[in-house]
């Protein structure tokens, strides 16, 4: 079955008088439970087509359906509470809110749509994670690993039907970046999770149900299932 579906996509950016085309008439579709690795050079457009996506940018051109409804035109007041229930970021900068606490970083998004269990969950989260003894600490007492981790499980509260990953293991070393990727993969097959994860870990690009590169704003490979 299919949960995203990304029509004929273009991105485009005017800056003075050029037009730059950042993604060129993109098509894809992945299935519930996929896990899809995006890579390509910097400035390929990946974090353009997971921005455009997860609603949080709209494209020039094409349509954007999830779960058989189109999101292209929703606006920003009905595609806010979709973003917060129905998908899950990771971004390479953790975004944590610096005055709250773990805890609280990861009970927000269960909070804002009024979830009673959102402390509970919290607590869970982090303890699957490895976290129980820092659910008090604030985002300047974690290491970067702590913190990604943090994000993590904020991402996965509201029991996201599709995570996104923008090259979350971007600002770690690497054995901490491959511990982050291996506990995103482990925590996608718990829950059967689609995934969409930009990184350039051949390793885990190894894991996925599919890897697509994208090269001047156009996929040229992987665009299709098989
Ligand atoms: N807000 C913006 N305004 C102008 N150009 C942008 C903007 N965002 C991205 N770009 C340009 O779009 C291209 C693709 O960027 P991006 O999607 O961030 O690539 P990647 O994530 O693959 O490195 C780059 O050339 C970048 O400079
Ligand atoms: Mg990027």
Do not use: W
């Not at 909070?111 to 269990?117: I, M, S, V």
């Not at 869970?124 to 490895?130: I, K, Q, S």
């Not at 829950?191 to 690009?205: D, F, N, Q, Y």
């Amino acid at each position: 079955m299919t949960i995203l579906k990304a029509k004929e996509i273009t991105k485009q950016y005017h800056i003075g008088n050029r037009d730059i085309t950042v993604l060129d008439n993109v098509t894809l579709e992945v299935a519930q439970g996929e896990f899809l690795v995006v890579k390509g050079e910097s400035g390929s457009g990946k974090s353009t087509l997971l921005t455009i996506l997860s609603g949080l940018d709209r494209p020039d051109r094409g349509r954007i359906s999830i779960e058989g409804r189109d999101i292209t035109d929703l606006d920003e007041d009905a595609i806010a509470p979709l973003r917060n229930s129905t998908f899950g970021f990771v971004f390479q900068s953790f975004h944590l809110v610096p005055s709250l606490s773990a805890l609280e970083n990861v009970m927000f998004p269960a909070e804002l749509k009024g979830d009673k269990e959102a402390r509970t969950k919290a607590l869970a989260l982090l303890d699957r994670v490895g976290l129980a003894h820092r659910v008090a600490s604030f985002p300047h007492q974690l290491s970067g690993g702590e913190k990604q981790r943090c994000a993590i499980c904020r991402a996965l509260i509201n029991d996201p039907r599709i995570i996104f990953a923008d090259e979350p293991t971007g600002n770690l070393d690497s054995v901490n970046g491959e511990a982050i990727l291996a506990l995103l993969l482990e925590l996608q097959r718990e829950r059967g999770t689609t995934m969409i994860l930009v990184t350039h870990s051949p390793e885990i690009a190894g894991s996925a149900d599919r890897v697509i590169t994208l090269k001047d704003g156009r996929i040229v490979t992987g665009a299709d299932h098989g």
